[in-house]
């Protein structure tokens, strides 16, 4: 007969597995913030070492590939007044930032603003979508350049053309990602609108903007991209003072060091321009990617 235990003996539990405990939720966010600044630290350094490298290789001249310290000492030189010349071509780069911004401010803000009417007037009427959208993926495909000295003719050199060119490169990813987003708005949202007794401006209000907003914004995100990208285009004729004219005349001189100026301050402008449309995304349509 097997024995079973008395009630008086103590029975002793199984010791717990040490199981190895999560990192806590305060210290992965600050390893997340640490890493996603020294990861793009880290591949910034790797550039200027690759850069410096080949520079001091020989492979090519300083005229076309100028060491890193070239390029800080035309940054600084363009950012000051050095031998009683200020900046460059009497402006400072900041200067010639700020008129180019200014130009994108309003060209794109105007293709922008456009984009979106049209989107939504093709996204909730076929015919107009039908009779607008080969017009504008037409002009979608068209690189700046082909109608920039068409632009110059009509509206001469002064600011017009570059406005006209900017508003004319922002228009289309707008209308593109808003038409497609309005157009595919769930019928259920639309039924259960029209069923609550929604008028068709609060269908549109209501039901509509807010469904094709995140694909808007990213049209808009595009849109000042594909601007930026057109800026030096926008600049060829009487670009000065401009950042993209800046760095048409100095490759004029072959004076390689303030292209590079010149297009490092396009880049980093872009980048801030573009965090903050993202911070502005996330602040709008914070359910995006959650729902």
């Not at 060491?67 to 900046?87: E, I, Q, Y």
């Not at 930032?97 to 200014?102: D, I, N, Q």
């Not at 209308?175 to 019928?187: F, N, Q």
């Not at 639309?190 to 903007?209: F, M, N, P, Q």
Request: proline share 8%; net charge positive; charged share 15%.
């Amino acid at each position: 007969m097997s024995a079973t235990p008395r009630l008086s003996e103590p029975v002793h539990a199984e010791a717990p597995v040490d199981v190895p405990s999560a990192r806590p939720a305060p210290v992965r966010r600050v390893w997340v913030r640490v890493r996603s600044f020294l990861l793009p630290l880290g591949s910034l350094l790797v550039f200027l070492l690759l850069w410096q490298s080949l520079a001091a290789s020989g492979t090519w001249s300083e005229t076309l590939v100028p060491p890193p310290a070239k390029v800080w000492d035309a940054f600084v030189d363009v950012s000051t007044t050095h031998d009683g010349v200020r900046g460059y071509n009497g402006t400072y780069l900041v200067e010639h930032l700020g008129t180019s911004l200014r130009r994108i401010a309003i060209g794109a803000g105007l293709g922008i603003a456009c984009g979106v009417l049209f989107g939504l007037l093709m996204g909730t009427v076929g015919l107009l979508r039908a009779l607008f959208e080969p017009w504008i993926t037409f002009l979608r495909t068209l690189p700046p350049l082909a109608y920039f000295s068409l632009l110059v003719i009509w509206l001469g050199i002064n600011e017009e053309p570059k406005i006209t060119l900017l508003a004319v490169a922002a228009f289309p990813p707008v209308a593109v990602s808003t038409t497609t987003a309005v157009a595919v708005v769930p019928r259920q949202l639309t039924e259960a609108a029209r069923a609550l007794g929604a008028s068709r401006w609060d269908l549109v209000k209501d039901v509509v903007v807010p469904s094709a907003l995140p694909e808007t914004l990213t049209g808009v995100r595009l849109a000042v991209g594909v601007a930026y990208s057109s800026l030096v285009a926008a600049e060829l004729v009487n670009g000065l003072p401009g950042i993209g004219g800046m760095v048409k005349d100095a490759a004029n001189y072959n004076n390689t060091p303030v292209v590079l100026v010149g297009i490092i301050a396009i880049g980093v402008s872009g980048l801030i321009i573009d965090g903050l449309l993202l911070s502005l995304e996330r602040a709008v349509v914070p359910w995006r990617g959650r729902a």
